[in-house]
C-alpha cells in the first residue's frame, strides 16, 4: 500500500530535498541542486507564480520508506488551449505501478480543479530552469536542469504520456571555426555606423534590464503563450544573477541607442556547486567564493537570444555571435558553450544553432497527457 503525504514541515521538506541524493546517489553525473533554490520555488514569498497559481507537494511511502516525490500545480500565466496544469520535481523508484500511482494522484488533483492536461516534467516557475525529462545525453546536467535516470522515459510514456515538444541542447568549442555565414554577416553590418555590439556591464544593469526586455517582449513573448516580461522584475533577475554575471560573454547589438538583438550567456554553476552537495551555509559560500576564484570554469551556457522582428534574417545574429565570440577568446577561460535548450518547435533557432557547426549533447522532452483520451493529441505549434 502506499501512503501520501503532503509537503506540510520542515521533516517533509528535508525528505523532498534529500531522496533525489539517496536515488543518485551512485550516479556520477548526478549534481545536486541547492536546496535552497530548490525551496524558493515552493515558497509563496520569493515565487511570483503563486500569485496567479496554485502548488502542492507530495512524497510517496511504501512500508515507511519513500520511493517517489512529486510537485504538482497550475499555473495561469500561460494560455493554454485547454485548462493544463504541471507536475514537476518528480522522482521515483524504477516501479511502474508506483509511477502510475503517482501520475494518478497528480491526474485527481488538478481535475479537482477544473483542468483538462497535465504536463511534465515542468517547473513551477520559468522554463529556463528544471524544465523536461532528460531522454538523450546522460552526462551531467548545466546549472538549472533536470536529470534523470533513464528509465524515467518508459515510466513516462508506459503512463501514456506524450511529447508536446523536444528541447534540444547544442554545445560547441568556443575556439571551433565560426561559419562564412556569420563572418559575411559580421563584415556586412560592421559597415553600418548605426550598428554597434556592447557586452553587458554591471554597473550598468538597469539599462540592460530595459534593453533586455524591450528585445525580449518583441522577440519573443508572442511565442510564450501570452507571456510578456515586466523590467522591475527583469532588473531584480539581473540584480540576483550579479554575482556571477562575466562581463566578456553576455553582449547587446544597438541601431544607434535602440536595442534590436541580445545573447544572453553565464558559467555553468554546476562546475563550481557539484561540490557543495545541495549545502549553502557559510562554510559553501566560502568554498563558492574559493573555487570561483581559483578553479577554472571552462563551460558557458546560452540561455537567451533574440533579434526583434524588423532585424530579423538581416544577419545581425552573426553580427552579434562574431563580436562577442572573438571578445570572449581574449578575455575567458571557456572552452565549451552549451545553449540550454531550443523547442524544436522554433526551427529558427534550431537552424542558427546547426549554423554555428554546434552537436547535440542532450535531448529533454515536455510530455503532455490529456484526460480526455478519445482527444486528438497535438504537440506545441510551430515558429
Not at 510517496?60 to 494560455?79: D, Q, R, S
Not at 536595442?259 to 557543495?276: E, H, R, T, V
Not at 576564484?293 to 540561455?303: A, I, R, T
Request: glycine share 6%.
Amino acid at each position: 500500500m502506499i501512503i501520501v503525504e503532503e509537503v506540510q514541515n520542515k521533516e517533509h521538506r528535508k525528505e523532498f530535498l534529500e531522496f533525489p541524493a539517496q536515488l543518485y546517489q551512485h550516479d556520477k553525473n548526478y549534481i545536486r541542486p541547492l536546496d535552497k533554490h530548490i525551496e524558493e520555488i515552493f515558497d509563496p514569498e520569493k515565487n511570483k507564480f503563486f500569485k496567479n497559481g496554485e502548488c502542492q507537494r507530495f512524497i510517496f511511502k511504501k512500508e515507511n520508506k519513500t520511493v517517489g516525490k512529486v510537485a504538482v500545480f497550475i499555473n495561469n500565466c500561460y494560455e493554454q488551449k485547454q485548462p493544463t496544469g504541471g507536475l514537476g520535481f518528480f522522482d521515483c523508484i524504477n516501479d511502474q505501478k508506483v509511477a502510475n500511482f503517482i501520475f494518478d494522484h497528480c491526474k485527481n488533483w488538478l481535475q479537482e480543479r477544473g483542468i483538462e492536461a497535465m504536463d511534465g516534467p515542468i517547473n513551477f516557475g520559468e522554463r529556463d530552469k528544471f524544465w523536461g525529462l532528460l531522454i538523450e545525453g546522460f552526462i551531467e546536467p548545466l546549472y538549472g536542469m533536470n536529470y534523470n535516470f533513464p528509465y524515467y522515459k518508459d515510466l513516462f510514456e508506459n503512463y501514456g504520456f506524450q511529447v508536446y515538444f523536444e528541447q534540444l541542447c547544442f554545445t560547441r568549442p568556443v575556439f571551433a571555426e565560426v561559419s562564412r555565414i556569420f563572418t559575411i554577416a559580421h563584415e556586412k553590418n560592421r559597415r553600418n555606423p548605426a550598428i554597434s555590439a556592447k557586452p553587458m556591464k554591471k554597473n550598468n544593469l538597469p539599462k540592460f534590464a530595459k534593453d533586455f526586455t524591450e528585445v525580449y517582449n518583441k522577440a519573443w513573448a508572442a511565442h510564450g503563450e501570452g507571456k510578456h516580461l515586466e523590467e522591475t522584475k527583469v532588473l531584480k533577475m539581473f540584480n540576483t544573477m550579479k554575482p556571477i554575471i562575466n562581463e566578456h560573454i553576455s553582449w547587446f547589438v544597438y541601431e544607434n541607442d535602440k536595442p534590436i538583438a541580445m545573447w544572453i550567456n553565464l558559467p555553468d554553476l554546476n562546475q563550481w556547486f557539484k561540490y557543495l552537495n545541495g549545502k549553502f551555509g557559510i562554510f559553501e559560500k566560502l568554498k563558492f567564493l574559493f573555487l570561483k576564484q581559483f578553479k577554472k570554469n571552462e563551460k558557458m551556457v546560452g540561455l537567451v537570444f533574440g533579434v526583434v522582428p524588423e532585424w530579423q534574417k538581416k544577419g545581425i545574429d552573426g553580427y552579434m555571435i562574431w563580436e562577442g565570440t572573438q571578445h570572449l577568446r581574449k578575455h575567458t577561460d571557456f572552452k565549451i558553450t552549451e545553449l540550454q535548450w531550443i523547442g524544436d518547435f522554433n526551427p529558427k533557432m534550431v537552424k542558427i544553432a546547426e549554423t554555428l557547426d554546434t552537436t547535440v549533447t542532450r535531448k529533454l522532452a515536455t510530455y503532455r497527457y490529456l484526460f480526455d483520451r478519445n482527444k486528438e493529441f497535438e504537440r506545441h505549434p510551430f515558429l
